[in-house]
């Protein structure tokens, strides 16, 4: 999907992709960390090393998936908010003009 999106010069799409492509990969790394903590505490591994892959998968995709969401949300607000400073400037900018 990413490469996709920078094909057809999407690039914001392909940025959100490339973050949740960066976190499939991580899965491996805290996964390992997960099955040593929570495979070995339980008595059987099969069931411990089954909850890590789901606790990696879904924990990485999770923060990937809050932190697009709130990257989104901040320049949503950033636009708005320059959106309304150019519109009050250029409204005093008439005023000034008008009754000069």
């Known amino acids: 999907m990413a490469f996709k999106y920078i094909r057809a010069k999407h690039i914001q799409k392909h940025e959100q992709w490339m973050y ?3 976190a499939v ?3 491996a790394v805290t ?3 997960w099955s ?3 495979g ?3 008595d059987d591994f099969q069931i ?3 909850a890590a892959v789901w606790v990696s998968l879904i924990g ?3 923060k990937t998936s809050f932190y697009l969401r709130s990257k989104n949300t901040i320049k949503t607000r950033l636009n708005a908010t320059s959106f309304y400073r150019v519109f009050r400037d250029y409204s005093i900018l008439l005023l000034k003009n008008k009754f000069i």
Do not use: E, Q
Request: proline share 0%.
């Open 60 to 62: 990485h995709s999770k």
């Open 31 to 33: 996964f390992r960390i």
């Open 40 to 42: 070995y505490s339980l």
């Open 48 to 50: 411990g090393y089954s």
């Open 25 to 27: 990969t991580f899965v």
């Open 36 to 38: 040593a903590l929570i």
């Open 20 to 22: 949740r492509s960066y």
